[in-house]
T-cell receptor, first 113, second 116 residues
Framework: RKEVEQDPGPFNVPEGATVAFNCTYSNSASQSFFWYRQDCRKEPKLLMSVYSSGNEDGRFTAQLNRASQYISLLIRDSKLSDSATYLCVVNTPDSSNTGKLIFGQGTTLQVKP | GAVVSQHPSRVICKSGTSVKIECRSLDFQATTMFWYRQFPKQSLMLMATSNEGSKATYEQGVEKDKFLINHASLTLSTLTVTSAHPEDSSFYIC????????????FGPGTRLLVL
């Protein structure tokens, strides 16, 4: 079983639509959680961290359910520029003090005019 | 935010040659850097953790003698792919741990390697 699992999509939505991505992780000891965005042939860029209480940044809302080991990302009022691959990322403990990042396969979003 | 650079951005080489990729933190010191590899339509996979002044820590399945990592200064880590073969063709990305928020990593732009 993969440590971080995502539906690869693609999700094809019209401009203005609301779209939700889900992610599950297997290591219950994981401490911190993120959503990254990766454009084609580029490096990943941090979109937002995910907190247990849920957090919002403009049109983006992230939520974490530790009991279910489930993370979500909601994008409202989709823009063409939102087209990208969204990576669910989990910081998993290891022998170091700060752990290492484990990346999901990513969910591809295509926003159409 | 902090800037991480990589050089070269892309390289094409013949099978059997060695390729060195540089990762630099431009405006901060990074005691820890990470090297990832990403094959098409797959997730980033951590290859190794590079620690300044000490040996790198390799993930399971990554050959340390094939992927040589040197982190000789607080702003530079290098990855050398020795005797590269076509199956080593991939997108190699480095990252550096943020100096203040240790859970945040800043990623370099990546190096696309094609081995013929």
């Amino acid at each position: 079983r993969k440590e971080v699992e995502q539906d690869p999509g693609p999700f094809n939505v019209p401009e203005g639509a609301t779209v939700a991505f889900n992610c599950t992780y297997s290591n219950s000891a994981s401490q911190s959680f993120f959503w990254y965005r990766q454009d084609c042939r580029k490096e990943p860029k941090l979109l937002m961290s995910v907190y247990s209480s849920g957090n919002e940044d403009g049109r983006f809302t992230a939520q974490l359910n530790r009991a279910s080991q489930y993370i979500s990302l909601l994008i409202r009022d989709s823009k063409l520029s939102d087209s990208a691959t969204y990576l669910c990322v989990v910081n998993t403990p290891d022998s170091s003090n700060t752990g290492k990042l484990i990346f999901g396969q990513g969910t591809t979003l295509q926003v159409k005019p | 935010g902090a800037v991480v650079s990589q050089h070269p951005s892309r390289v094409i080489c013949k099978s059997g040659t060695s390729v060195k990729i540089e990762c630099r933190s431009l405006d901060f010191q990074a005691t820890t850097m990470f090297w990832y590899r990403q094959f098409p339509k797959q997730s980033l996979m951590l290859m190794a953790t590079s620690n300044e002044g000490s040996k790198a820590t390799y993930e399971q399945g990554v050959e340390k003698d094939k992927f040589l990592i040197n982190h000789a200064s607080l702003t530079l880590s290098t990855l050398t792919v020795t005797s590269a073969h076509p199956e080593d063709s991939s997108f190699y990305i480095c990252s550096a741990r943020a100096p203040v928020d240790q859970e945040t990593q800043y990623f370099g732009p990546g190096t696309r390697l094609l081995v013929l």
